[in-house]
C-alpha cells in the first residue's frame, strides 16, 4: 500500500514554500516548485523514519507491526 500525502504549497516572493498537511513540521523551500516538492518528500521520508524509529523504541519486550489502511 502506498501512502499519499497532501503538500499546500505557494509561491512567495521568489521562493516556493510548503507543508505536508497529515505530519506537522513536515515542511520546506525551493527556489522552484519542483525543488519544492523534491525537498517535501526528503523532508516527509525523514520524519517517517524518525516515527518509525521511535515507536519501534518505545515497544517493550515482543510487539508486531500491522499495516492500517487508512
Do not use: C, F
Not at 518528500?41 to 517493550?60: F, Q, V
Amino acid at each position: 500500500m502506498v501512502a499519499t500525502y497532501t503538500a499546500v504549497v505557494q509561491q512567495h516572493g521568489e521562493w516556493w514554500i510548503g507543508w505536508v498537511e497529515e505530519l506537522p513540521g513536515v515542511n520546506s523551500q525551493g527556489q522552484t516548485r519542483a525543488e519544492l516538492l523534491d525537498n517535501l518528500r526528503d523532508a516527509l521520508e525523514e520524519a517517517l523514519e524518525m516515527n518509525r524509529a521511535d515507536a519501534r523504541a518505545a515497544a517493550k519486550g515482543a510487539y508486531e507491526e500491522v499495516s492500517i489502511p487508512a
